[in-house]
């Protein structure tokens, strides 16, 4: 069954895509929730005018990823976290905690769009690929230090 998706699906599209999914998938969890409608005529017309409305609106949004981007490219954040013996941290360093360091820096990042490699659990250095649209992507480089 085709559906197109009226928000981001993890693991499946963007919102505005038309994917194939199977029918209990659709029937069952995306179009009860919102998530999705059916990809009939009507609706695709819609959806073709809607889209051409917002593409003038997507390219400037595209811009400004692609101006954090270049700022942000190469940039290395220094992180402080509380550690014991062996340099392991009390915790761990999440998403939230990578943004407010970004928006103190300047840089006004949503956390869900912050993709960590690996869980962050002692001292070191790491990398997070931060999304900043569909087309723009960028890998920071952080550093994890003792408090």
Known sequence: MKVILKQ???????????????NG???????PK?????????????????????????????????????????????????????????GSITSLQISQALKNEGFEVDRRKIVLDQDIKTLGTYTATINLHREVSVTVNLEIVAE
């Open 25 to 31: 998938y659709a029937n069952n969890f995306l179009i």
């Open 34 to 90: 919102g998530m999705a409608m059916v990809a009939s005529e009507s609706n695709m017309k819609v959806l073709a005018e809607n889209l051409r409305q917002a593409a003038f609106k997507q390219e400037k949004i595209k811009q400004d990823a692609d101006k954090i981007a270049g700022k942000l490219n190469d940039f290395n954040l220094k992180l402080g976290a509380k550690a014991g013996a062996n340099d392991k941290i009390f």
């Open 8 to 22: 981001d699906v993890k693991a499946l599209g963007y919102k505005d895509d038309v994917v194939a999914v199977k």
